[in-house]
């Protein structure tokens, strides 16, 4: 187990909603990650946060948001989803800086 | 633009075999290179790691090679046990950020 916790484990939805998934870092980790791993396929950075603030995005459009609280755990919130946001979305912490990087198990999430 | 490019995409290795898993890269700023296991319904686990400037890296029955003039690494997986029958991604880290292969769904026959 790497300390990672995520909620909720699976979440169904329909297209044009909005979601928040939540995400405990491990504990003495500062920066969160989030990634979107789409079936069949390996994960796919959406954003980081340290210290509370955006740091780095990948190629994911704007209403893919986040929040990171002063705990260090952290918030993904999709608005408007389309039947392509379906994908098992990962958290990872890690130390500002670091090389490991420890995911939790994620959030299954199905837009019907 | 696939930075990260993994092979084979699929593997069946017989019980006490070696399986070895390919990955290039194309980006030479990145400066570490991790790979993770994963298994049905959870996340990607951390199973070894190597940085650039090191040409290969044992732990038990995990072995990464790497080869900085060709961009490539791979992984080696000696005594392939059932156990180790799951999905395995090469992944390559740059501003803490990682850029994934597409993974390799290996499968070890008992």
């Known amino acids: 187990e790497t300390g990672v916790t995520q909620s909720p484990t699976h979440l169904i939805k329909t297209r044009g909603q909005q979601v928040t998934l939540r995400c405990s870092s491990q504990?003495?980790?500062?920066?969160v990650s989030w990634y979107q791993q789409a079936l069949g396929q390996g994960p796919q950075f959406i954003f980081q946060?340290?210290?509370?603030?955006?740091?780095g995005r990948g190629n994911f459009p704007p209403r893919f948001s986040g929040l990171q609280f002063p705990n260090y755990s952290s918030e993904l919130n999709v608005n408007a989803l389309e039947l392509d946001d379906s994908a098992l979305y990962l958290c990872?912490?890690?130390?500002?800086?670091?090389?490991?990087?420890?995911f939790g198990s994620g959030t299954q999430l199905s837009v019907l | 633009q696939q930075q990260v490019k993994q092979s084979p995409q699929s593997l069946i290795v017989q019980k006490g075999g070696i399986s070895i898993i390919n990955c290039a890269y194309e980006?030479?700023?990145?400066?570490?290179f991790p790979w993770y296991q994963q298994f049905p319904g959870k996340g990607p686990a951390l199973l070894i790691a190597?940085?650039?400037?090191?040409s290969e890296k044992k732990e038990g029955r995990f072995t990464i090679s790497f080869n900085k003039s060709a961009k490539q690494f791979s992984l080696h997986i000696m005594d392939s046990q059932p156990g180790d029958s799951a999905t395995y991604f090469c992944?390559?880290?740059?501003?803490?950020?990682?850029?994934f292969g597409k993974g390799t769904m290996l499968l070890v026959s008992p």
């Open positions: 190597i940085r650039p400037d090191v």
């Open positions: 992944a390559a880290l740059l501003d803490s950020t990682l850029t």
């Open positions: 990872a912490s890690s130390l500002a800086g670091g090389h490991k990087l420890f």
């Open positions: 504990s003495g980790h500062n920066t």
């Open positions: 980006n030479t700023a990145f400066d570490y």
């Open positions: 946060y340290y210290r509370e603030e955006e740091n």
